[in-house]
């Protein structure tokens, strides 16, 4: 599922995730024109390289950050930031501004050791944002489950049943991104790890790093409960006049007043 938006305003200006957005942007235009002047070296060499990383901690380890701002392709990039725009916002009025860099460079951070640690020996560049932000979405799994979220129906001939758009709740939009990553993981330990260029073990790490401590980043910090997704639930009954026992179209009303239709006719006295 392609979430476009979710139902769940903000209190603040999420002014940190506009700036990952934007240096993710920056770095991919960046990269983009250097390669397309034929600069094959960029990703290779700013690319977090497991191997290379085992072999040398101290002169790799810049290439763990550096590699969380650089993608593979368009595609790559509109993705992540996709999902960034739209679940980062809230994550960051939860925890704070300067909490929130903090959980996405930590998530970043124990995805790319995750990556390293399921194939060290691999001598593949990983590059993309999508570990820490990975992050995010884990930290939203907890925070805000039942949030609505619109996504585009995946589904072509259901178009005209059902419309473009469907909405849904968070834990299962989220739930669907880690149960295809958990899945993808699995699969590429039993034919290699290399996982067809995605790195399954980034995106894992990096999703329970905000799953398993964003209650320690909300420390000190009000909660705010989201409208909540009520699709699989029958609309409330609107509350009758008069309300109580004697209300109209109550069991117990009196002769005269409007009465349930289902209800056995009045009897005098």
């Known amino acids: 599922m392609i979430p ?9 200006t999420p002014y940190v995730n506009y700036a990952l957005i934007a240096a993710n942007v920056l770095v991919w235009l960046w990269e983009f024109a250097l390669i397309q002047a034929g600069a094959s070296w960029v990703i290779p060499g ?13 002169g790799e380890a810049f290439t763990i950050l ?15 930031m996709l999902f960034l725009y739209i679940f980062g916002d809230n994550i960051e009025d939860a925890v704070g501004h300067f909490r929130y860099f903090l959980l996405y460079l930590a998530s970043g951070l124990v995805a790319a050791l995750a990556q390293m ?6 001598h593949i560049p990983m590059v993309g944002a999508s570990g ?16 609505p979220v619109t996504v585009v129906n995946p589904i072509f001939p259901l178009w005209f049943v059902f419309g473009l758009f469907l909405e849904f709740p968070a834990w299962l939009v989220v739930g669907e991104f880690f149960l295809v990553n958990l899945w993808g993981g699995l699969s590429a330990l039993g034919g290699g790890a290399g996982g067809g260029g995605v790195a399954f073990f980034a995106h894992l790490g990096g999703f329970i790093t905000g799953l398993v401590t964003i209650r320690a980043w909300m420390l000190g910090r009000a909660r705010v409960e989201p409208r909540r997704w009520e699709g699989w639930r029958p ?8 309300g109580g026992w004697g209300g109209p179209g109550s ?19």
């Open 132 to 147: 820490a932000i990975a992050g995010v979405l884990g930290a939203y799994l907890v925070l805000f489950p039942r949030a």
């Open 4 to 12: 476009i938006r979710d139902i769940n305003p903000t209190r603040t």
């Open 46 to 58: 700013y690319g977090m390289v497991p191997a290379r990383l085992v072999a040398d901690p101290s």
């Open 66 to 80: 550096t590699s969380m701002f650089m993608h593979g392709g368009w595609a790559h990039i509109g993705f992540n």
């Open 117 to 122: 640690a399921i194939d060290p020996g691999s």
């Open 235 to 242: 609309p409330p009954r609107p509350p009758r006049p008069g």
């Open 251 to 269: 069991r117990f009303h009196e002769p005269g007043q409007h009465r349930d239709p289902w209800l056995p006719p009045d009897r005098g006295n």
